[in-house]
C-alpha cells in the first residue's frame, strides 16, 4: 500500500507555541506542515494571517501547505507568496474566478491547490485540473477542527484519482479532515497520496507526535 504523505494542520497545535510545535511535528516526521487560514466570512471562525505564515517559515523546511478559506482571496495571494508560502489552496467558491486566481499563485512562483467542499462535485475540476498541483478533498465541512469525517468523501476521491491519471501530470491528491488511523487507510486505498491531520497528530502532546504520524502513515 502506498505510504501517504503527513500535512499535520497546525490548528490543533498550542497556538501560544506555535514555533516550537512545528518544529515538533518536523522533526516527528510530517512531510508538509498544513496552515488553515480563516476569515470569519467564507466559514464562521477566523485563525491566523500571512504575518504569522511569515513569523513561522524559519522553523521548518518542509512545504508549507497553505489553506486559504477567505472570500475574497485574491488580494491576499502576493502577501501569502510573500510570506513562504509553497502550495496556496484555494476554494472555487471563494470565487470570484477561481481559473485566473490559480493561474496568479502558477505566476507568484507557487504550487497552485483547489480544494473542493463536501457538497463540491468532483465535475468543478473539469476545467481546472490542469491549473493545480494539488487537489485538496474536504472530508468535513471547513472552519473546524476535530469534525467526524464524512465517509461519501470517499467515492470523491476515487473519482479525482482517475482524473487525476487521466491528467498524466503528477498532481497530489490530499484529503482534510476527520482523518486518523482508521480513516486514514480507506483515503489512501480511495487513492490519496496526502494526508491532513490535525486532532490525530498533535493529540497526547509533543511526546506522542513520532507515534501519533507514525500510525497515520499506516506503521502504528
Ligand atoms: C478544517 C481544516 C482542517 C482541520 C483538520 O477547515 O481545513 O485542516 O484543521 O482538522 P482535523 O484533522 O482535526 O479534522
Ligand atoms: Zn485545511
Known amino acids: 500500500m502506498t505510504v501517504p504523505l503527513i500535512s499535520p494542520s497546525i ?4 497556538f ?12 516527528a516526521g510530517a512531510d508538509w506542515i498544513h496552515v ?10 477566523l485563525t491566523i494571517g500571512p504575518m504569522v505564515v511569515k513569523a513561522l517559515r524559519p522553523h521548518s523546511d518542509k512545504p508549507f ?11 491576499y495571494l502576493q502577501a501569502f507568496a510573500d510570506a513562504g508560502a509553497d502550495h496556496i489552496i484555494v476554494h472555487p467558491e471563494a470565487g470570484p474566478h477561481v481559473h485566473r486566481t490559480l493561474q496568479e499563485i502558477r505566476r507568484l512562483g507557487k504550487k497552485p491547490g483547489v480544494s473542493l467542499n463536501p457538497g463540491t462535485p468532483a465535475k468543478m475540476l473539469d476545467y481546472l485540473i490542469d491549473e493545480v498541483d494539488v487537489v485538496l478533498i474536504m472530508s468535513v465541512n471547513p472552519g473546524f477542527g476535530g469534525q467526524k469525517f464524512i465517509s461519501s468523501q470517499l467515492r470523491k476521491i476515487e473519482a479525482v484519482r482517475k482524473m487525476i491519471e487521466k491528467s498524466g501530470r503528477k498532481i497530489w491528491l ?10 486514514a487507510p480507506l483515503c489512501v486505498d480511495a487513492g490519496a497520496d496526502v494526508l491532513v491531520a ?8 509533543p511526546d506522542c507526535y513520532a ?5 497515520l502513515k499506516g506503521a502504528g
Not at 501560544?16 to 522533526?27: F, H, I, N, P, S
Not at 501547505?65 to 488580494?75: E, K, T, Y
Not at 490530499?174 to 480513516?183: A, K, M, N, S, Y
Open 16 to 27: 501560544a507555541r506555535l514555533g516550537e510545535e512545528v518544529r515538533a511535528v518536523d522533526a
Open 11 to 14: 490548528l490543533s497545535a498550542d
Open 65 to 75: 501547505d497553505v489553506h486559504l478559506m477567505i472570500s475574497p482571496v485574491d488580494p
Open 198 to 205: 490535525g486532532s490525530a497528530t498533535f493529540r497526547g502532546g
Open 174 to 183: 490530499e484529503v482534510d479532515g476527520g482523518v486518523d488511523p482508521q480513516t
Open 36 to 45: 488553515d487560514v480563516m476569515d470569519g466570512h467564507y466559514v464562521p471562525n
Open 211 to 215: 507515534a501519533n504520524i507514525a500510525a
